[in-house]
């Protein structure tokens, strides 16, 4: 039948409500090994073939239209990720042809991206590339020689800058990067590209201003997400009528003359009072992953931070690291709450037509042929890895450890039907859940119907969506809404979510953005 809302998915406290999601406490990345090593065996082909397809003067790929790759003139944020997603191939693998095409492709091609003043998308772009390369080279993956590295380091260190340079100054002398809608424009998503200030700061750059004003990138960094955690985030507070815990806006809107906050928007979203699920996942990631940069910074960091936010009672260590922790965990709760039983989530909270779906839907797997509303898979493949940096931080935290070294595995639990709930009795601590919720999610995805096995069709994770409201994405004849097809960012998401377990499974080295 059809229904109304379900009472408290969308008015209630997120962090008490059922988890739809059916979490499978027995998963580990061992038993996805085989899951994850098919995975980077369809990866191969369809990267191979996307280069001897692609022309790079049409632009950046986007998104797929009929199983093929096209580009959508908006700005080239994608482009990191096609050559990115070699790098992470190479890293899978060993096979040094996906690092050779990643390293020419980065050198011949990225560089208009480094110095790019316009856009939100540095951390994408070049980190993807350039911090993937700088990466390997210092983990001894290949021999890149001295110069070469330096060459990537530079790379990152003006990216940084170039980055922080993008600006809007609040009324209480904080800031954010602005999104390319503007300076009134603060984006939810731009909160994954302050990775590229992060490895600028630790190469010991700055952004050097008027009169040799030297403006420390870390400081943009804690800001931006700051704000972020502040202004896009809810945490059922009551700043407006659909206040709920974990509820995140895309946008959030500034008065640039008083820097005084507005109002919610959202630009691929339903609405200012709904949640954009994939811009929910870019939060959970985003925080999650600067938990872990933070804690693994350890006191050297901390003393860096109390210098820095001497003047800001409001912004000492611990606030901070506080301040992005109720942020991870209130929209991984949310998130957990809103997705469909096999962690794949609808692509709005408040999409129009979910009323017109069966009541009980969050609690059945997503149906991504369904008449009514899409799903986002490129949403679930970014939680799920935010989902389990959550995890590692929350257990580096509880066992004293630096959270970079990573668990190889979470613990075997007993299967029970309580499993699916918040108060599942094989997953007792709030890590085990989360990192047990990732794997569950990771399942889903690198298996049919969302793994793309189809040898023509140029996608890996299928049922991704891009601009819903603005109608860019493909509607197949027969069907009412877009399904798949595939994305940039969601099959480079789904590669670094895969490779992310598979060192885990394999016992290798901790995946970080961030240098030792």
């Known amino acids: 039948g059809r229904r109304r809302r379900v009472p408290g998915r969308l008015a209630g406290n997120a962090r008490t409500a059922p988890m739809p999601l059916r979490i499978d406490p027995d998963l580990t990345p061992r038993r996805l090994a085989p899951l994850l090593e098919r995975l980077f065996e369809l990866s191969a082909a369809k990267i191979l073939?996307?280069?001897?397809?692609?022309?790079?003067?049409?632009?950046?790929?986007?998104?797929?239209?009929?199983?093929?790759?096209?580009?959508?003139?908006?700005?080239?944020?994608?482009?990191?990720?096609?050559?990115?997603?070699?790098?992470?191939?190479?890293?899978?693998?060993?096979?040094?042809?996906?690092?050779?095409?990643?390293?020419?492709?980065?050198?011949?091609?990225?560089?208009?991206?480094?110095?790019?003043?316009?856009?939100?998308?540095?951390?994408?772009?070049?980190?993807?590339?350039?911090g993937n390369l700088l990466r390997l080279a210092r983990e001894g993956r290949f021999a890149a020689g001295a110069s070469e590295s330096e060459l990537y380091a530079l790379a990152l260190r003006v990216s940084g800058a170039v980055q922080a340079a993008r600006w809007t100054r609040l009324a209480d002398g904080t800031g954010f990067i602005h999104s390319f809608n503007g300076p009134h424009s603060l984006f939810v998503d731009t909160l994954r590209t302050c990775r590229v200030l992060a490895l600028a700061h630790q190469l010991g750059h700055a952004l050097m201003g008027e009169q040799e004003a030297r403006i420390s990138l870390l400081r943009r960094l804690v800001e931006h997400a700051h704000n972020t955690a502040r202004y896009n985030v809810y945490y059922g507070a009551g700043r407006d009528a659909w206040d709920v815990p974990g509820r995140v806006a895309h946008e959030a809107i500034f008065n640039v003359t008083s820097g005084v906050f507005r109002c919610p928007n959202s630009q691929q979203g339903w609405s200012p009072f709904s949640t954009w699920t994939r811009g929910l996942a870019w939060a959970l990631c985003g925080f999650a992953e600067l938990l872990e940069y933070l804690a693994a910074g350890g006191a050297r960091l901390r003393r860096e931070l109390a210098l820095e936010f001497a003047d800001?009672?409001?912004?000492?260590?611990?606030?901070?690291?506080?301040?992005?922790?109720?942020?991870?965990?209130?929209?991984?709760?949310?998130?957990?709450?809103?997705?469909?039983?096999?962690?794949?989530?609808?692509?709005?909270?408040?999409?129009?037509?979910?009323?017109?779906?069966?009541?009980?839907?969050?609690?059945?797997?997503?149906?991504?042929?369904?008449?009514?509303?899409?799903?986002?898979?490129?949403?679930?493949?970014?939680?799920?890895?935010?989902?389990?940096?959550?995890?590692?931080?929350?257990?580096?935290?509880?066992?004293?450890?630096?959270?970079?070294?990573?668990?190889?595995?979470?613990?075997?639990?007993?299967?029970?039907?309580?499993?699916?709930?918040?108060?599942?009795?094989?997953?007792?601590?709030?890590?085990?859940?989360?990192?047990?919720?990732?794997?569950?999610?990771?399942?889903?995805?690198?298996?049919?119907?969302?793994?793309?096995?189809h040898p023509k069709h140029q996608g890996l994770i299928l049922h991704s969506v891009y601009h819903r409201p603005n109608g860019w994405d493909y509607v197949a004849p027969g069907q009412k809404v877009p399904n798949g097809e595939s994305s940039m960012w969601g099959d480079y998401h789904a590669r670094e979510l895969a490779l992310l377990l598979l060192r885990a499974a394999r016992g290798a080295p901790y995946l970080k953005f961030f240098l030792d």
């Open 312 to 453: 800001r009672p409001d912004l000492t260590p611990a606030r901070i690291e506080a301040a992005w922790r109720r942020a991870a965990l209130v929209t991984a709760d949310f998130y957990l709450a809103h997705c469909c039983a096999d962690g794949i989530p609808m692509w709005d909270t408040g999409a129009p037509n979910l009323h017109r779906l069966p009541a009980d839907y969050p609690e059945r797997p997503a149906d991504p042929f369904n008449a009514w509303e899409p799903v986002d898979s490129s949403a679930a493949a970014i939680a799920a890895q935010g989902l389990w940096r959550l995890g590692n931080y929350l257990r580096g935290k509880a066992a004293g450890r630096p959270v970079a070294e990573g668990p190889t595995a979470i613990p075997a639990h007993p299967s029970s039907a309580a499993g699916a709930r918040h108060t599942a009795s094989g997953l007792r601590t709030p890590a085990s859940r989360y990192q047990a919720a990732a794997l569950t999610i990771a399942r889903t995805l690198f298996s049919e119907p969302y793994l793309s096995t």
């Open 49 to 130: 073939d996307l280069e001897k397809t692609w022309r790079p003067r049409t632009g950046a790929p986007v998104f797929t239209v009929r199983g093929r790759y096209t580009a959508r003139g908006w700005t080239e944020w994608t482009q990191g990720f096609q050559y990115g997603a070699a790098l992470l191939q190479f890293d899978a693998t060993g096979e040094r042809r996906f690092l050779e095409l990643g390293r020419r492709a980065t050198l011949q091609r990225l560089a208009p991206h480094l110095t790019h003043t316009g856009v939100h998308d540095h951390g994408f772009n070049n980190v993807s590339t350039y």
